[in-house]
């Protein structure tokens, strides 16, 4: 039997694919690396350690996706979906303000640039590029002097590995680019069944509205913010549009 395995990125729409498939029996949620969630955020959700004799699961999503699945199946394909790292950043830290309320009670007072050169190290939700996602080294940071100066040759070596290993996904799709639709049009292919009333899981916006914040945009950052984001995205962005060209 064929296995997909997703890889979601965080930020990248994929909480409303998992909200629409979560209810089927051949769906799983990989958390991290090492475990697999059956019947998630189901009341009789069971949590497994992954290995070849347990776990053959028709639909794997997570963030704890990786190529591992290689050795687990002899049968398995590979998905992802991306964003433009611009609009994913922005995104990455209104959520990080309403996490941190929604958490901790917090109404955070952090402004974009101090997030933004801290931000893969900053808990409840921790941000790195998208291209290190394809890696063997997702989560390491690639920046140096407290985040002010990228690690050029790190940054370099890690870019390298992910254009050649996003040649081995079979599904490349793009959050602006009716990713719902044709997510659901792959999943036929495992026999899985959409919920069709939920189209859209996050609403940060709103939810920043309702708690008396701000949802901060591109065009409201101040032109030493816009550049550092510019100047730090430079590579993730430069994947992005590759994987745009290629798979478009």
């Known amino acids: 039997m064929e296995t997909l395995a997703v890889f979601h990125i ?3 729409g994929g909480t409303t694919i998992v909200d629409r498939y979560k209810h089927n029996a051949g769906f799983a949620y990989q958390r991290v690396k090492h475990e697999l969630v059956l019947n998630y955020q189901q009341a009789n959700q ?3 350690q992954i290995d070849q004799d347990t776990c053959s699961p028709d639909v794997v999503f997570g963030h704890g996706v990786s190529f591992d699945w290689n050795s687990l199946t002899d049968n398995v394909k590979y998905a992802t979906i991306l964003r433009h790292p611009i609009d994913r950043i922005i995104s990455a830290f209104n959520y990080f303000k309403l996490e941190m309320y929604n958490i901790h009670d917090v109404r955070t007072e952090i402004d974009f640039s101090t997030w933004f050169i ?6 409840p939700t921790p941000v790195f590029n998208q291209f290190q996602t394809f890696t063997d080294m997702p ?9 002010l100066n990228i690690n050029e040759t790190l940054s370099e070596q890690l870019y390298n590995l992910a254009i050649n290993n996003i040649n081995h996904i079979d599904h490349v799709l793009f959050m602006e680019d009716d990713y719902v639709k044709k997510f659901d049009d792959i999943m036929i292919n495992y026999n899985m069944i959409p ?12 939810e920043l509205n309702y708690i008396g914040d701000t949802y901060i945009t591109y065009e409201k950052l101040d032109k030493n913010n816009t ?8 590579k993730d962005i430069q994947f992005y549009e590759y994987c745009r060209n290629k798979f478009k």
């Not at 801290?118 to 808990?123: A, D, E």
């Not at 919920?195 to 709103?206: G, P, Q, R």
């Not at 550049?227 to 430079?234: F, R």
Request: proline share 0%; charged share 25%.
């Open 195 to 206: 919920a069709l009333d939920i189209v859209h899981s996050h609403n940060t916006k709103e």
């Open 227 to 234: 550049e550092l984001l510019n100047k730090h995205m430079k």
């Open 46 to 48: 069971i949590t497994l």
């Open 139 to 147: 989560d390491s940071c690639l920046y140096t002097d407290y985040g």
């Open 118 to 123: 801290n931000k893969s190290r900053l808990i």
């Open 10 to 12: 965080l930020k990248t």
